[in-house]
């Protein structure tokens, strides 16, 4: 099934390098830009928000990198105070999947799934994948 398009009202895009000072400055902007859109920095979601970015960034200089390309963070902010957030990478071919917790690594996604709305993978052609969560900025009423 096609996926719908995401209509935002604002949007950040960074292309970083495939290393860990790149995942460590994906996580530092996307707390600049939360802080910019106007959410507390010391709110429990924006944290829940740069942890989620940590492990997607991290997977994607681990498990999705290739030599001389790099990975682009995009970050949408949804009209409902959800933030999208989107990490693609150039390796297409490697879908991420959450281990067993019993596993020494490997939770990241398990981490991603417990903080998130939901999340996902899209192709992103020629040959990439984005990896996609989705945070409330402000939580839902039970």
């Not at 996307?30 to 970015?53: F, H």
């Not at 067993?100 to 899209?122: M, N, S, Y």
Request: net charge positive; proline share 7%.
């Amino acid at each position: 099934m096609p996926q719908q398009p995401v209509t935002s009202l604002r949007q950040f895009s960074q292309l970083l390098s495939a290393t860990r000072r790149g995942a460590r400055l994906a996580r530092l902007l996307t707390m600049e830009q939360i802080v910019e859109w106007g959410w507390p920095r010391d709110s429990e979601r924006a944290e829940a928000a740069e942890v989620v970015v940590a492990e997607l960034a991290t997977n994607a200089v681990v498990h999705g990198r290739l030599a001389g390309r790099g990975f682009r963070l995009g970050l949408m902010l949804l009209p409902d105070a959800r933030l999208r957030i989107e990490v693609t990478d150039p390796r297409g071919d490697l879908l991420p999947a959450a281990s067993p917790v019993a596993d020494e690594g490997g939770r990241g996604l398990v981490i991603v799934d417990a903080l998130t709305d939901g999340w996902g993978v899209l192709p992103y052609p020629p040959s990439g994948k984005t990896v996609w969560a989705e945070v409330a900025l402000v939580r839902r009423r039970a």
